[in-house]
């Protein structure tokens, strides 16, 4: 079974408005990373949030996490069209180091 | 700088056939992945290389092999290509684990293989 799993699958929404997305793990990490994959291409790295962290800004992305509940949340402000993408969080678990593992996704689209 | 670099991109074998997945990197990275990634499901590790000349298996290695043949190249080889094995193969580097603690991990576009 998936250690990280994303909430919702699927989100359209329309330029200018604000996406969310959730990640929830099962086991203890030491870090939790968020991706984005465009059609056809690779994962690129957004941010990493440490587990002694509760939450991090990069740009439009704001990223929280809620160890306690196991949880954490990507935010992306203002959407624009190119925001378009699939996007993954990934664990960095404490009982598999080296090894990080990546939910299924949240497929995000933003109409112009 | 071209960062991680995989061919082909993209390959069709019949069942049975053999090939081996290229893939480099030029960010004198130390630990190497292969990952697949299939509709649903994600991507889930099938190798991972911590640094040069040490392997380690992955969630579902059977049906692969891997090379780290120096620090910038890690191949996955396919013995006997199965129709299960379609799908989307993605290599990654990253510096590697610090004091136990993943770095983030740069992905090469993929190679997309069909079994036929």
């Known amino acids: 079974s998936q250690q990280g799993e994303e909430d919702p699958q699927a989100l359209s929404i329309q330029e200018g408005e604000n996406a969310t997305m959730n990640c929830s793990y099962k086991?203890?990490?030491?870090?939790l990373q968020w991706y984005r994959q465009n059609s056809g291409r690779g994962l690129v790295h957004l941010i990493l949030?440490?587990?002694?962290?509760r939450e991090k800004h990069s740009g439009r992305l704001r990223v929280t996490l809620d160890t306690s509940k196991k949880s954490s949340s990507l935010l992306i402000t203002a959407s624009r069209a190119a925001d378009t993408a699939s996007y993954f969080c990934?664990?960095?678990?404490?009982?598999?180091?080296?090894?990080?593992?990546f939910g299924a996704g949240t497929q995000v689209v933003v109409t112009p | 700088n071209a960062g991680v670099t995989q061919t082909p991109k993209f390959q069709v074998l019949k069942t049975g056939q053999s090939m081996t997945l290229q893939c480099a990197q030029d960010?004198?990275?130390?630990?190497m992945y292969w990952y697949r990634q299939d509709p649903g499901m994600g991507l889930r590790l099938i190798y991972y290389?911590?640094?040069?000349?040490?392997?380690d298996k992955g969630e579902v290695p059977n049906g692969y092999n891997v090379s780290r043949l120096n620090k910038r190249e890690f191949s996955l080889r396919l013995e006997s290509a199965a129709p299960s094995q379609t799908s989307v193969y993605f290599c990654?580097?990253?510096?590697?684990?610090?004091?136990?603690?993943?770095?983030?991990?740069?992905f090469g576009n993929g190679t997309r293989l069909t079994v036929t």
């Open positions: 949030i440490r587990s002694n962290e």
């Open positions: 086991t203890s990490i030491n870090n």
């Open positions: 990654a580097s990253s510096e590697g684990p610090l004091k136990l603690i993943n770095s983030p991990l740069h």
């Open positions: 990934a664990t960095d678990t404490t009982d598999s180091w080296g090894k990080l593992q």
């Open positions: 290389s911590a640094s040069e000349g040490t392997t």
């Open positions: 960010m004198n990275h130390n630990s």
